[in-house]
């Protein structure tokens, strides 16, 4: 029955999808034709929903008020920092690693107008490829913002002047996140000064100092990109660990990683003020508890202490979609908020704000308006920080396991005891799995090491598929790979490993 429904919105949904595939977006009156879906939003939740859409045949429309499409994720947040990464990594390998390979290069010197062009590229290839696949699965494009006019309507303040007005069956709320702020450290990306995640991705010169406010991924990364310029990065965190959800033995081994890398740590601190000065900025901190004032002065401060929902100008009230205390759209099982034809996904709800994440809710919310079960597993979403080395997990810490009660069997693998990473001149890290103590079920691993956030696949797998230490164990894995360190501490799980 279930299919049966699906197969005729997806005919219907082909046959006025090419038929309405040029429309001309200058028009001020309402669009007459029903749509199956608008989503609001381009992110990768909302372009991920709309091109799933377009493949199923559904009459889909995108409204992005950014001008650009890809979110956050490919305008200000994963691409422009990973192309970042990249960059420093290189100028930090060339100057201090290549010569343990017999390279030898003088006067190694970073252009940051250069590195600062090839991020713009990645980002306009990126973004550019996403209209091209909205072209090709027909998924129309408003370039505007959309507010939602009532449960089967939108209505579009277009980018050049004028609006539309949208008549859908379904509409899916996509609006991601922004940066939240911190009164006492007021953000002004222009003046370069304070900056939030955004501004740090376009400083223009390399600065002597910066402090980084909050110890979680998105500072840590960007701190990692000045620092391997040679900027000194203090990190000032309220809390007494960096990324507080992480498993403490990777948290301890990675602070100690960054602190090698120059880095300083002020643990279980607050601001309780800044200052612009000619000089930088002067931050006054104290203790978490309080007491113990001290300042500093820094050439440049990174706000990074945490991200919350964009939902600005929808119209939610108004509906009685609820929003809970974060500020999180509140959605049902199936995406669904309380008012039936209108869904809500990505950073914008509960969950990680991650892009992949928001990515498969962006299918299993599509699959479900079209009549099939759509679904996302939030055991087997990983986690990646990508920093040097990088940081990656999935499913269940040790201190979640501890805490539920549930007996486990846990192996390691150091990355120093691997022939590749060894061959590589890059030993720091381990690989850790954690497995039920009855079943050998994979419950949760954690990598420390050089391209953790691909190596963590093989557990997502693992743990999507049900798989045990052994079975993993057993997996012949290629020679020489970094990968063999993930099947060696699955053998220290249910046996011993070989080599260490
Ligand atoms: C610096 C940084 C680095 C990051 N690195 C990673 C990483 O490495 N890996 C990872 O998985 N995640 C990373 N993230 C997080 C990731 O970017 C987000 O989780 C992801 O973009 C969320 O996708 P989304 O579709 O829910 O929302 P968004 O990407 O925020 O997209 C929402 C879009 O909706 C638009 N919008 C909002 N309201 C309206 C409206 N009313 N009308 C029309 N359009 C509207 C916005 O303009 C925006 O483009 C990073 C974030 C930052 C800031």
């Known amino acids: 029955m279930m299919f049966a429904a699906a197969a005729a919105v997806r005919v219907q949904g082909r046959r006025t999808a090419t038929a309405y595939a040029f429309r001309s977006f200058t028009s001020t009156t309402p669009l007459a034709e029903q749509y199956d879906l608008v989503v609001i939003g381009g992110g990768p939740g909302g372009y991920v929903a709309a091109i799933k859409a377009g493949q199923l045949g559904l009459k889909t429309a995108c409204v992005e008020m950014r001008g650009r499409l890809g979110g956050t994720c490919l305008n200000v947040g994963c691409i422009p920092s990973k ?9 930090h390998d060339a100057k201090t690693h290549f010569a343990d390979h017999g390279i030898v290069i003088d006067n190694v010197s970073m252009d940051i107008a250069k590195m600062q062009t090839a991020k713009a590229a990645s ?3 990126l973004t550019g490829g996403i209209e091209y696949l909205f072209k090709k699965n027909n998924v129309e494009y408003f370039k505007g913002k959309g507010s939602i006019s009532g449960p089967n309507g ?7 002047g004028g609006t539309e007005s949208i008549d859908t069956k379904n509409i899916v709320i996509a609006t991601g996140s922004e940066v939240s702020p911190l009164p006492p450290v007021p953000v002004h990306n222009a003046g370069g000064k304070i900056v939030d995640s955004t501004g740090a991705l376009d400083i223009d010169k390399i600065p002597e100092t910066m402090a980084v406010v909050g110890g979680g991924v998105i500072g840590l990364e960007m701190g990692s990109v000045w620092s391997r310029l040679g900027t000194k990065v203090t990190v000032i965190e309220f809390m007494d660990r960096l990324c507080p959800a992480m498993d403490i033995e990777l948290t301890k081994k990675f602070q100690t990683t960054l602190k090698k890398q120059g880095f300083k740590f002020n643990l279980k601190t607050k601001v309780v003020k800044s200052e612009v000065g000619e000089n930088g900025v002067t931050l006054t901190t104290e203790k978490s508890k309080g007491g113990g004032e001290k300042t500093e002065t820094f050439d440049i401060v990174l706000v ?3 991200r919350r929902p964009f939902t600005e100008g929808l119209g939610l009230e108004a509906l009685g979609i609820e929003q809970d205390k974060l500020g999180r759209v509140v959605v049902d099982a199936h995406f669904r908020t309380a008012v039936p034809s209108i869904y809500a996904i990505g950073d914008c709800i509960n969950g990680p704000m991650l892009a992949h994440k928001a990515e498969e809710e962006g299918i299993a919310v599509t699959e479900t ?9 939030y055991d087997a979403i990983p986690g990646v920080i990508y920093t040097y080395p990088e940081v990656a997990s999935v499913g269940k810490t040790e201190e979640e396991l501890i805490e539920a009660g549930i007996k486990y069997n846990k192996g390691t693998f150091p990355f120093s005891a691997n022939s590749r990473a060894r061959a590589n001149g890059s030993t720091e890290g381990l690989v850790k799995v954690l497995a039920d103590a009855e ?26 598929y049900g798989a045990s230490s052994e079975d993993l164990a057993r997996t012949c894995h290629a020679h020489p790979t970094l990968s063999e360190a993930f099947k060696e501490a699955c053998m220290d799980t249910y046996d011993k490993p070989i080599h260490f």
């Open 304 to 306: 990074a202490t945490g």
């Open 83 to 91: 192309a970042l990464l990249q960059s420093s990594h290189h100028y």
């Open 123 to 125: 980002v306009e290839a």
């Open 369 to 377: 308006i079209a009549g099939f079960a759509g679904h996302v597993n």
């Open 439 to 464: 079943t050998d079920k994979i419950l949760g691993a954690h990598i420390i090491g050089p391209n953790a956030g691909e190596m963590i696949a093989e557990a997502v797998i693992a743990i999507e």
């Open 154 to 160: 939108v209505n579009v303040e277009l980018l050049d």
